[in-house]
């Protein structure tokens, strides 16, 4: 395989997905012949905020000294991303569920002119509606995370995985042929709006 470094975060509240999604991109990477390593780091508090993160390193394995040396974060939700927006470089790869944030929630106002300069602020956000393109009810009993698409968000502007390789690797996350179709068609989802809409 050629010579690659890239580093990727999965950061939320959710420790389970944290640990499905980084084991599934893992063995992506793996199946694509990366040399990678995963570091999941259980929850911890940031500002009384609950904060599961994984940490996917393809290359050489070496500390990550900074958040300036990450290439992508995938963010189960926006809040937890602006945590620590602020700290991560301008080139960095962003993409994050974007389904429930409240501004006034996260600080406690109600002042329209915050929220728009929230929005000029995080425009290399790829922000991500799953709740709007994710039919889970439509999936009956073999239901799946929403959070996948935002693996296929990240397959659309990152080039480090192919597409067809990936919907491949959910045969082995799937338990029957029900629950493969619908991490493909989750994981397009995600795709797809990114390609279409940002």
Do not use: H
């Not at 790829?126 to 296929?152: C, E, F, H, T, W």
């Amino acid at each position: 395989m050629e010579n690659i470094n890239y580093n990727l975060i999965l950061n939320g509240a959710d420790f389970k997905e944290i640990n499905y999604l980084s084991k599934f991109l893992y063995y992506s990477l793996k199946n694509e012949n990366f040399n990678v390593s995963l570091l999941i780091k259980p929850t911890s508090n940031i500002s009384n905020y609950s904060m599961t993160y994984a940490v996917i390193k393809v290359g050489k394995f070496e500390s990550i000294s900074c958040l300036n040396n990450i290439d992508a974060v995938i963010s189960l939700d926006f809040q937890s991303l602006l945590n620590y927006y602020t700290f991560i470089g301008k080139n960095t790869l962003l993409i994050s569920d974007y389904s429930s944030f409240n501004v006034c929630d996260f600080w406690l106002t109600d002042n329209e002119s915050t929220m728009q300069k929230l929005k000029e602020k995080t425009e290399n956000i790829y922000k991500i509606p799953l709740k709007n393109i994710v039919d889970q009810d439509s999936m009956g009993k073999n239901r799946v995370s929403s959070y996948i698409a935002l693996i296929g968000a990240f397959i659309s502007k990152s080039s480090l995985l192919d597409l067809d390789s990936v919907l491949r690797q959910t045969a082995l996350f799937s338990e029957n042929d029900a629950l493969k179709k619908n991490m493909i068609q989750t994981i397009l989802k995600g795709y797809d709006y990114v390609a279409e809409n940002q």
